[in-house]
Nanobody, 117 residues
């Protein structure tokens, strides 16, 4: 079985920064794409950023210039550096990954990010 565990969420003032981490563990050959999504209260889950196993990352428009996604394949970990945070960035942030030879994709349990004004 595969597990994704996020960490790094919390409460920060507007303009501040947070760094989220998500580590994959369990039985798998290789991780394909890894990404971050978020869901604010009363809203649908939306893509924040995704990074393939090789190639350039893609960002949602709201994340461009403020957020940076990266991964450490040796540690099976994906990161999301979030700078210049705004109150509207408040949401539960979820890690997502798909794995070579495994059907579907996998989700972490989510980590709360709260940005105060």
């Amino acid at each position: 079985q595969v597990q994704l565990v996020e960490s790094g969420g919390g409460l920060v003032q507007a303009g501040g920064s947070l760094r989220l981490s998500c580590a994959a563990s369990g039985s798998f050959f290789r991780i394909n794409a890894m990404g971050w999504y978020r869901q604010a209260p009363g809203k649908q889950r939306e893509l924040v950023a995704v990074i393939p196993s090789g190639g350039s990352p893609n960002y949602a428009d709201f994340a461009k210039g403020r957020f940076t996604i990266s991964r450490d394949n040796a540690k099976n970990t994906v990161y999301l550096q979030m700078n210049s945070l705004k109150p509207e960035d408040t949401a539960v942030y979820y890690c997502n990954a798909d794995f070579f030879l495994k059907r579907g994709d996998y989700w972490g349990q989510g980590t709360q990010v709260t940005v105060s004004s």
